[in-house]
T-cell receptor, first 116, second 111 residues
Framework: GAVVSQHPSRVICKSGTSVKIECRSLDFQATTMFWYRQFPKQSLMLMAT?????????EQGVEKDKFLINHASLTLSTLTVTSAHPEDSSFYIC????????????FGPGTRLTVL | QKEVEQDPGPLSVPEGAIVSLNCTYS??????FMWYRQYSRKGPELLMYTYSSGNKEDGRFTAQVDKSSKYISLFIRDSQPSDSATYLCATTSGGYNKLIFGAGTRLAVHP
């Protein structure tokens, strides 16, 4: 149980294009999903917290107009990197919190974004 | 001062060794403690979850929390090459607050 999927697993795009990453909780309902980015050999950096049906809460320093987050259902959240640039190249990982009263987060397998 | 401190390693041990991974934290409000394992280019996988102080055992893994000293540990017995990964400690005060992660410790278990 508690499986989270991400799609795509890897994407290469040209500078200036937008990229959408999907995060799905496969066998549970996730009222809250989180988006992280991770640089090589570094820990996870929380970008934003997404609650189903409401606007995402962004961490300090994260541009909300650049990283658009939509959490339209209890099983799906999307992250769109708009007008991507090479410095946006990173490993993006989502996680989902199961239901209410739980502090456990289950992570997706990650998406490797490379912007040329 | 970071809220969670974790030595990034790398830590290299022979197969069969007992591994001790540790984190310290500064906020006494933290109540929930987790250990995640992350293989290269993969998402983190939840290994252990504990609430408040005490020990929790699952197979070869034991998680230990000492709230009085704000110290959390993960022990791996009979370590295997397949245990080679980065281990991340994480904690939260609960109430839907965000997880705070340590830097992660890279572990290499060699045959």
């Amino acid at each position: 149980g508690a499986v989270v999927s991400q799609h795509p697993s890897r994407v290469i795009c040209k500078s200036g294009t937008s990229v959408k990453i999907e995060c799905r909780s496969l066998d549970f309902q996730a009222t809250t999903m989180f988006w992280y980015r991770q640089f090589p050999k570094q820990s996870l950096m929380l970008m934003a917290t997404s609650n189903e049906g409401s606007k995402a809460t962004y961490e300090q320093g994260v541009e909300k107009d650049k990283f658009l987050i939509n959490h339209a259902s209890l099983t799906l959240s999307t992250l769109t990197v708009t007008s991507a640039h090479p410095e946006d190249s990173s490993f993006y990982i989502c996680s989902a919190r199961e239901g209410t009263g739980s502090d456990t987060q289950y992570f997706g397998p990650g998406t490797r974004l490379t912007v040329l | 001062q970071k809220e969670v401190e974790q030595d990034p390693g790398p830590l290299s041990v022979p197969e069969g060794a007992i591994v001790s991974l540790n984190c310290t934290y500064s906020n006494s409000a933290f109540q929930y403690f987790m250990w995640y394992r992350q293989y290269s280019r993969k998402g983190p996988e939840l290994l252990m979850y504990t609430y408040s102080s005490g020990n929790k055992e699952d197979g070869r893994f034991t998680a230990q929390v000492d709230k009085s000293s704000k110290y959390i540990s993960l022990f791996i017995r009979d370590s295997q090459p397949s245990d080679s990964a980065t281990y991340l400690c994480a904690t939260t005060s609960g109430g839907y607050n965000k997880l705070i992660f340590g830097a992660g410790t890279r572990l290499a278990v060699h045959p």
